[in-house]
């Protein structure tokens, strides 16, 4: 049983919405910071936003500050990633993953990983 599950990829318009959610199973993940990150063919791994465990702090790089939202419910162990106004440039496998910090994570410092979910944006 993998410890975190994205779903909601899939292929959208550009101007188009997605909404991905992350599941933790195996753990509470009410003590975990959470985080998304992408990575497009040939790039690096790129942080995009972060929610602290109470869900009262995010955090957005500025490449997605304004268009995608993070959230969390901590009754259903998910976190989601909103997404509005794609761009083509957007197109990745979205990744999340957890650690613990109380205000957030950025990526060396998390303790689970998911697989991936591939959001194409393409007309």
């Known amino acids: 049983q993998l410890p975190l599950v994205e779903s909601g990829g899939g292929l959208v318009q550009p101007g188009g919405s997605l909404r991905l959610s992350c599941v933790a199973s195996?753990?509470?993940?009410?003590?975990?910071?959470v985080a998304w990150f992408r990575r497009a063919p040939g790039k690096e791994r790129e942080f995009l936003a972060t929610?602290?465990?109470?869900?009262?702090?995010?955090y957005y790089a500025d490449s997605v500050k304004g268009r995608f939202t993070i959230s969390r419910d901590n009754a259903k162990n998910t976190v989601y990633l909103q997404m509005n106004s794609l761009k083509p440039e957007d197109a990745a496998v979205y990744y999340c993953?957890?650690?613990?910090?109380?205000?957030?994570?950025?990526?060396?410092?998390?303790?689970?990983w998911g697989q991936g979910t591939q959001v194409t944006v393409s007309s």
């Open positions: 993953a957890a650690g613990r910090s109380s205000t957030g994570v950025a990526g060396s410092e998390c303790d689970y």
């Open positions: 195996g753990f509470n993940l009410d003590y975990y910071a």
């Open positions: 929610i602290s465990r109470s869900g009262g702090s995010t």
